[in-house]
């Protein structure tokens, strides 16, 4: 069962190394918002699916941390959230690791359940289309021996 978040509220998210992130939900809105970021945008085919990850879970990011504990400049001073520091923190292997399988994991889940094939239609096959060739004339039946 699809248990839907009506109250849309953000969220902490508890990553690594002291970290936590408050996170707004994983919507359609930030997806689509995630998708058209120029970064994602200016992906170049052939680009290692490793590579596309950190580019994507950056533009992620970007739209949907509001706030966040745990994260310092060199001295040790909160710093706010911003672009630049987004891609900083996310620069660090385990805060993307816990922040892909703990936000962006999540809602790929959810993609990939709605991505099923659709129910076949009752009734006639209306609207399909034939995947092999008609036959010409009549098959021919083996010899009797």
Do not use: C
Not at 17 to 23: A, F, N, P
Not at 83 to 96: K, Q, R, T, V
Not at 112 to 133: F, I, R
Request: glycine share 6%; aromatic share 4%.
């Amino acid at each position: 069962m699809l248990r839907l978040n009506l109250a849309r509220e953000a969220e902490w998210l508890d990553l690594a190394l002291g970290v936590r992130v408050k996170v707004e939900p994983l919507t359609t809105a930030i997806m689509v918002a995630a998708r058209t970021d120029p970064a994602v945008r200016a992906i170049a085919l052939g680009t290692p699916d490793d590579s596309i990850a950190v580019i994507f879970a950056k533009a992620i990011a970007a739209r949907a941390i509001v706030d966040w504990e745990g994260v310092g400049d060199e001295d040790g001073a909160p710093i706010p959230v911003s672009p630049e520091a987004i891609d900083a923190l996310l620069d660090l292997w385990p805060i993307f690791e816990k922040f892909q399988t703990a936000y962006v994991a999540k809602g790929l889940e959810l993609e990939a359940e709605k991505n099923v094939s659709p129910p076949s239609p009752t009734g006639s096959s209306v609207g399909a289309t034939d995947t092999a060739k008609p036959v010409k004339g009549a098959a021919r039946t083996a010899h009797k021996s």
